[in-house]
């Protein structure tokens, strides 16, 4: 015969605590991961977007010149832009570019394969444009773009990136106290920024004449009086 079972006041009162601290500790997780996606969505804010804008091949000189456009879309500054054409022997070194502004204008980089490289004789497969760039923390970013050759009326083949071709990206990956100690030195950094600005602007100011007071016109009347 099956015992009824009991509960003792002791026994009730562990229940209630237990299911208090189950759901105190629901609240805080599903404040955590609040306060976790809103981190990931400043960081992301923060961080520098480059992108190809547009292309085009040119013949000048008797040499094809593979011309791309720069362009930061993100929300600081990219550093140490570097541009580089892989399975393309022949191709000369491309300049580094020190530092590339939110919202500045188009970088214009030119991709220049030397006459005889084998590049521009023969078709090849593999052949990828990368963009590399870091953010104002160090972290490093890759683009990756498609890159194709086609046939000229001179006989010989062109580089052209894939029209419509979307890149391969790759970003950094950052913990989520990396990211607040990253938003951290981004906003100490705009704020040392600016306080220069506010005191280069005051020691650049010219000296006012002493204005008279503005006096009310009750104090106006008690002046006369």
Known sequence: MDM?????????NLLLVVGLGLIALSVLYLRYLGTVERTQRAFQALQPDVHIT?????????????????????????????????????????????????GSQEHEVWIKANPTSPLLQEKRDSIRLSIYYRDQ???????T??????????????????????????????????MRRCINRHAQKMAKKTVRRLKQEGAGASPTQAQPPILSPWARKQEVS
């Open 4 to 12: 009824p079972l009991t509960l003792t006041p002791t026994a009730v």
């Open 54 to 102: 547009k292309s085009t091949t040119i013949y000048s000189n008797r040499e094809d010149i593979l011309k791309v456009y720069l362009q930061n879309f993100g929300g600081s500054q990219a550093s140490d832009i570097r541009v580089t054409v892989h399975g393309a022997e022949g191709v000369e070194p491309l300049p580094v570019i020190p530092v590339m502004a939110v």
């Open 137 to 143: 923390w160090g972290h490093s970013y890759t683009l």
């Open 145 to 178: 773009y498609p890159v194709v050759q086609r046939d000229t009326l001179r006989s010989l083949v062109t580089l052209q990136l894939v029209d419509g071709g979307t890149p391969r990206t790759v970003r950094p990956i950052v913990s989520y106290w990396r």
